[in-house]
């Protein structure tokens, strides 16, 4: 068991431009089938950007490279965005495709870019880093709500 532990934290970590940290309680893979699974109190570090959840699935081309990650379970993240914004948030289901460098999240998501002081809630996000761009839509009959903070004219002075 601690061989494939390693094996699979190698080959994951190894074909990512930056590390990436995998903690969890428990782990399975099945190299055949390119499936990798953390579960209990998962976390994972690359570079800026963290994910937390309950289940994290990583999924691996036949070349083991990480194609989709995907995170079910009381989400929590953190984004760092080509041009440097940041976003936090939550969701219960995560799904980040590396090679586009999206982010998908899905069910009671609350996400919050820090630099702007934008909020967005919704049922369905969608991030993409590269172009800095977020696309949103709400549940069956609710909205999408987004908050944007503007200071009063006292304030900026």
């Given amino acids: 068991?601690?061989?494939?532990?390693?094996?699979?934290?190698?080959?994951?970590?190894?074909?990512?431009?930056?590390?990436?940290?995998?903690k969890a309680n428990k782990?399975?893979?099945d190299e055949k089938a390119g499936i990798t699974i953390?579960?209990?109190?998962v976390n994972i570090i690359k570079g800026s950007d963290e994910l937390n959840s309950s289940?994290?699935?990583?999924?691996?081309?036949?070349?083991?490279?990480?194609?989709?990650?995907?995170?079910?379970?009381?989400?929590?993240?953190?984004?760092?965005t080509k041009e440097g914004s940041v976003y936090k948030g939550k969701a219960q289901?995560?799904?980040?495709?590396?090679?586009?460098?999206?982010?998908h999240f899905f069910k009671d998501?609350?996400?919050?870019?820090?630099?702007?002081?934008?909020?967005?809630?919704?049922?369905?996000?969608?991030?993409?880093?590269i172009e800095g761009k977020a696309y949103a839509k709400g549940a069956n009959k609710e909205p999408v709500i987004m908050i944007f903070t503007i200071p009063d004219k006292e304030e900026k002075k």
């Avoid at 953390?38 to 109190?41: A, I, K, L, S, Y």
């Avoid at 289940?55 to 760092?80: E, L």
């Fill in 55 to 80: 289940v994290v699935t990583i999924y691996t081309d036949n070349k083991h490279q990480p194609t989709k990650f995907v995170a079910d379970g009381d989400a929590s993240f953190s984004i760092q």
């Fill in 27 to 29: 782990f399975s893979s």
């Fill in 38 to 41: 953390f579960t209990g109190n």
């Fill in 93 to 103: 289901k995560v799904i980040y495709y590396p090679l586009t460098k999206e982010y």
């Fill in 109 to 129: 998501v609350y996400l919050r870019q820090i630099d702007e002081k934008k909020e967005i809630i919704g049922d369905e996000v969608i991030l993409k880093s």
């Fill in 1 to 22: 068991m601690k061989y494939f532990i390693v094996l699979a934290f190698f080959l994951i970590s190894s074909l990512m431009s930056e590390d990436l940290k995998v």
